[in-house]
């Protein structure tokens, strides 16, 4: 029983910690807050700049169907030869 209070206080203690460190890190300001002035106009005159938020995802181009050094197996063949046709 003694054992079990003493795992249940540092398990407690651990969750203190834990939701402090928390709490501490989403009060910095990288986690947002509202743009304003000359910073708001960079970020709108920004071509990843789209409906109000920032959309960081390249285009995703395509060049070869299959990587360079593919090397098809009885189990992929078909999955090769299904691309191939495309």
């Not at 079990?4 to 990288?30: D, Y």
């Not at 970020?43 to 995703?60: C, D, G, L, V, W």
């Not at 299959?66 to 078909?78: C, D, G, Q």
């Amino acid at each position: 029983m003694r054992r079990l209070i003493t795992i249940s206080k540092g398990l407690f203690a651990l969750a203190v910690v834990l939701g402090l460190a928390a709490w501490l890190v989403f009060r910095l300001p990288s986690f947002g807050g509202v743009s304003d002035g000359q910073r708001l106009e960079r970020m709108q005159q920004s071509k990843q700049f789209i409906h109000a938020r920032f959309e960081n995802t390249p285009p995703y181009i395509i060049t070869s169907p299959l990587p360079v050094n593919y090397a098809p197996t009885s189990a992929t063949r078909h999955v090769s030869q299904a691309l191939m046709c495309r």
